[in-house]
């Protein structure tokens, strides 16, 4: 990853790209990895007291509301269930079953899991944030279907917008395709464009969106761009495939759903794989840092 900083750093040199307030910045190659949008970015200290604040609500609350059943909402409810197993969880998801991403039978053992550590899962319904009302200290939310839930405080783990609004007031603006993403070719070059790449959550690639295979685009677009910039042949040119349907999510401190290209497991096995520390010793191993 630090070749690859370098390479971006250097990158940017002698041509224009024009932005959309008409200021240009000048590039050989161009690299857009701008993945999902965060509209209030934060400082470290800021983030940390963030989650220390979210961690003493979630302390403090007897009934949690969680508001999306995707890969965040699922792990957020595992967790809270296992550490605090005398709370009342309840997760409420738009869509027809959880973790929509990964196939129906993951999707299946999750929900399992879940309600039998008493976490009330309601699919298929959505929560009106504007009409909550208070009932003796606790709030009630509504839900489409017309249901209501007490709950003490609430996380909204729904997903974040795409990172590509930026790109409509630009060159690229006819490279998005219809949902905002910038398609791209087996090189990971924004198509019919020959010097800009682009990487992670951005791109069009038929996959599922997590940061190990972000980390895999990294590697592709590295290698491409210090074989053209030292003149290189574009035959030569490395290409991504995309991944299989590979994910791991996290249900409580040991155990986690993995759905693999052939199988789907559930338990203690798939946990001891991402459960025990989420991956964070090895991406800090990646960043050349001690694993704690």
Not at 10 to 24: F, G, I, M, N, P
Not at 220 to 235: Q, S, T
Request: net charge positive; proline share 4%.
């Amino acid at each position: 990853m630090a070749v690859l900083l370098h390479l971006l750093q250097l990158a940017l040199l002698k041509q224009k790209y024009l932005t959309a307030d008409d200021r240009s910045i000048p590039y050989d190659y161009l690299v857009i990895a701008t993945g999902h949008s965060d509209p209030v970015p934060k400082t470290r200290m800021e983030r940390l007291k963030e989650y220390q604040a979210e961690n003493e609500k979630i302390k403090s609350a007897q009934y949690v509301l969680i508001v999306g059943g995707g890969p965040t909402g699922v792990e957020l409810a595992g967790e809270i269930s296992f550490d605090f197993p005398e709370k009342h969880v309840t997760l409420v998801h738009s869509g027809s079953r959880l973790l929509e991403f990964i196939g129906p039978k993951a999707s299946a053992k999750t929900l399992q899991w879940l309600t039998s550590k008493r976490v009330e899962v309601k699919l298929e319904q959505r929560v009106d944030l504007n009409s909550i009302t208070d009932s003796n200290g606790s709030k009630i939310y509504h839900t489409t279907a017309g249901e209501s839930i007490k709950a003490d405080c609430h996380f909204i783990c729904t997903g974040k917008p795409l990172g590509s609004e930026w790109l409509k007031g630009t060159i690229l603006k006819n490279n998005l395709d219809g949902q905002g993403r910038l398609m791209v070719d087996e090189y990971l070059r924004v198509k019919g464009r020959k010097n800009i790449f682009a990487i992670g959550d951005i791109t069009d690639v038929p996959e599922i969106k997590q940061g190990y295979l972000a980390q895999k685009h990294a590697l592709v677009a590295a290698e491409n761009l210090k074989l053209l910039m030292a003149g290189g042949k574009e035959r030569k040119m490395s290409t991504y495939k995309p991944g299989s349907s590979t994910a791991i999510v996290s249900l409580g401190r040991r155990d986690a759903v993995a759905q693999f290209p052939y199988t789907t497991l559930i338990g203690i096995f798939p946990g001891m794989i991402k459960s025990r520390d989420l991956f964070v010793g090895k991406t800090r191993k990646q960043r050349g840092l001690q694993p704690r």
